[in-house]
């Protein structure tokens, strides 16, 4: 399934991290750190107060003498890190909120950027506000580099561990990122960007002081995270730019879903929602479908006709070259 090459450093990395997690006694996403900042540090392995011992300190050396060999280009690191995070979240049980974005649904996040700007000398920033440990995010600046587009990135979260995943990944493969460890919802010192992008947390925002301040704040009790990051992530995007968030499919029928039509409607436009395969979620009910948003500005309107798409498959190519087909229809008569 995987390169031989991939495959080979997977397993060298798995060890290096079981001997990192043995001798420092630590969880698996810190024994994943320290190792990343091992290979960023020119493959040296750090030994503080004798540990890592004299011994695992060897074997680790003669692991990434091997890692080294193999010259990973920037995507293979981003892909290996993916299938270790992947191991990792098994093992530590890591609750929905902070599981990574699987491959396949970055993927559609590149396809539809790169639908959505498709002049490839326009330099594009990418904005996440819930960056995690910044799979979608590296993703999407990695495969937009690939296809020749000059793409770079900022990553927000609220969970330290997370962010450093990101950050030490994101070094690991060489994407321009700039990383903020702070509240999404707090204000963010950056300039406009091109795209917002997310899988958003669902669930309530505690702090009912500042959501307060944003049109898709609940009347009473907490609001929602998801919507609150949404209304505040297109505040940084350019006028006529878009946003593409992952939420739940039925973020219409919601009990908040009457304060976030009332943004939706009046700050913004949604141009389209591309429900996810039903098989990519335990249940129905906790069924994805990716937002279509756009900014208002000079250039850019409601489009006549709101995409209403779903991905019957991403393994099946067949269907997903169907919506690829209907996508693209769609833009053609619409912008
Ligand atoms: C589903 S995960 C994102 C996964 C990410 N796309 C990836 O590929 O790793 C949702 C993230 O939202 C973050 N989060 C929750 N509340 C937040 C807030 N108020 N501000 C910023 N990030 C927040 C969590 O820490 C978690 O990392």
């Given at each position: 399934m995987f390169p031989e090459k991939i495959e080979q450093v997977f397993t060298l990395n798995v060890e290096a991290i079981q001997l990192l997690q043995n001798a420092l006694d630590t969880s698996f996403l810190d024994a994943y750190i320290e190792n990343a900042e091992n290979l960023i540090?020119?493959?040296?392995?750090?030994?503080?107060?004798?540990?890592?011992?004299?011994?695992?300190?060897?074997?680790?050396?003669?692991?990434?003498?091997?890692?080294?060999?193999?010259?990973?280009?920037?995507?293979?690191?981003?892909?290996?890190?993916?299938?270790?995070?992947?191991?990792?979240?098994?093992?530590?049980?890591?609750?929905?909120?902070h599981q990574l974005t699987p491959d396949s649904i970055g993927y559609l996040f590149v396809y539809l950027i790169e639908q959505l700007f498709p002049d490839k000398t326009q330099p594009l920033r990418l904005l996440d506000v819930a960056s995690g440990m910044g799979n979608l995010l590296l993703t999407?600046?990695?495969?937009?580099?690939?296809?020749?587009?000059?793409?770079?990135?900022?990553g927000v979260d609220i969970d330290e561990t997370l962010l450093s995943?990101?950050?030490?990944?994101?070094?690991?493969?060489?994407?321009?990122?700039?990383?903020?460890?702070?509240d999404?919802?707090?204000?963010?010192?950056?300039?406009?960007?091109?795209?917002?992008?997310?899988?958003l947390p669902i669930g309530y925002y505690p702090n009912d002081q500042k959501a307060s301040e944003f049109l898709t704040k609940a009347e009473?009790?907490?609001?929602?995270?998801?919507?609150?990051?949404?209304?505040?992530?297109?505040?940084?995007?350019?006028?006529?730019?878009?946003?593409?968030?992952?939420?739940?499919?039925?973020?219409?029928?919601?009990e908040q879903s009457t304060y976030l039509k009332k943004w939706l409607t009046s700050e913004v436009y949604l141009q389209g929602a591309v429900q996810l395969p039903d098989d990519l979620f335990k249940?129905?009910?906790?069924?994805?479908?990716?937002?279509?948003?756009?900014?208002?500005?000079?250039?850019?309107?409601?489009?006549?006709?709101v995409l209403v798409a779903k991905v019957a498959s991403i393994k099946n190519t067949e269907t997903v070259m169907e919506f690829f087909k209907q996508f693209e229809n769609w833009k053609n008569k619409n912008f």
């Open positions: 540090d020119n493959y040296q392995v750090r030994v503080i107060d004798g540990q890592p011992n004299e011994k695992t300190m060897q074997r680790l050396s003669e692991i990434y003498q091997q890692i080294k060999d193999c010259g990973l280009e920037p995507e293979e690191w981003r892909k290996l890190s993916q299938l270790l995070l992947l191991k990792g979240s098994k093992e530590e049980h890591l609750q929905p909120n999407s600046l990695l495969n937009l580099q690939l296809a020749k587009h000059e793409a770079s990135g900022i995943i990101a950050a030490s990944t994101s070094e690991l493969s060489e994407a321009k990122v700039q990383f903020f460890h702070q999404g919802l707090q204000d963010l010192l950056i300039d406009p960007v091109d795209v917002a992008m997310s899988d009473e009790g907490h609001s929602y995270a998801h919507h609150l990051l949404m209304e505040q992530a297109m505040k940084y995007v350019k006028d006529a730019g878009f946003g593409l968030f992952l939420v739940p499919s039925n973020f219409l029928e919601t249940t129905k009910e906790s069924s994805k479908s990716i937002l279509i948003l756009q900014k208002k500005g000079q250039d850019a309107k409601q489009v006549e006709e």
